[in-house]
């Protein structure tokens, strides 16, 4: 069946360096996907999203990079502050607006 | 302006029993979800509404849970009985339209003794 999924569990970064984290998704049909970020307690925040005629998208500290040769999505975050630690979801949308979540990755970020 | 609304926070019940979740969309956005987000886990939709309508409901087990928004604003959904494994976070959300951003409510806690 469809699935994303992330490369890793728990990404560990010093603060004021940059972040990266991973996704990998398997349908080359979706056309939209999307990051979230999830705080211990609260929903899922939007953060970006991209859909599949772009590469990159920037936002504030945030950029997404769409590769869809080989199926992959990466969230990075400049300068990571201890307020950016959280669980990150990437979803990608399926062509009848249904997201589907991948694991998700635990930013940790050290002070 | 307000986002998701949901209540409760935060329902502990016995096995067997029923419970209620309640969810008020951001003003404006016709297309509602439920999720089910288990521990550690990404969210999984349940049911997608457009306006009152439910267009998918194929992940709702239907033979306990149900769901309404009967006037296209506010959803209810409901479990009955509750089972020791329903014990998860019950998040909403809602966007413009279908496809475009969903915009997620804080949840509500499900704890099944």
């Known amino acids: 069946g469809e699935s994303v999924g992330l490369h890793l569990p728990t990404l560990s970064v010093q603060e004021g360096d940059n972040s990266i984290i991973n996704c990998a998704y398997s349908?080359?049909?979706?056309?939209?996907f999307i990051w979230y970020k999830q705080e211990s307690g609260k929903g899922p925040q939007f953060i970006i999203d991209?859909?599949?005629?772009?590469d990159k998208r920037q936002g504030q500290r945030v950029t997404v990079l769409l590769n869809k040769t080989v199926k992959h999505l990466s969230l990075q975050i400049a300068a990571t502050q201890p307020g950016d630690s959280a669980v990150y979801f990437c979803?990608?949308?399926?062509?009848?607006?249904?997201?589907?979540f991948g694991q998700g990755t635990t930013l940790q970020v050290k002070p | 302006e307000a986002g998701v609304v949901q209540s409760p926070r935060y329902k502990i019940i016995e096995k067997k029993q029923p419970v209620a979740f309640w969810c008020n969309p951001i003003?404006?956005?016709?297309?509602l979800y439920w999720y089910l987000q288990n521990l550690g886990q990404g969210p999984e939709l349940l049911i997608r509404y457009e306006n009152e309508e439910a267009v998918d409901d194929s992940q709702l087990p239907k033979d306990r849970f149900s769901a309404e928004r009967l006037k296209g604003v506010d959803s209810t959904l409901k479990i009955q009985p509750a089972e020791l494994g329903d014990s998860a976070v019950y998040l909403c959300?809602?966007?413009?339209?279908?496809?475009?951003?969903?915009?997620f409510g804080p949840g509500t806690r499900l704890t099944v003794l």
């Open positions: 959300a809602s966007s413009a339209g279908t496809r475009l951003t969903q915009y």
């Open positions: 003003s404006g956005h016709n297309t």
């Open positions: 349908n080359s049909a979706s056309d939209y």
């Open positions: 991209i859909r599949s005629n772009m």
């Open positions: 979803a990608e949308a399926s062509n009848t607006g249904k997201l589907i």
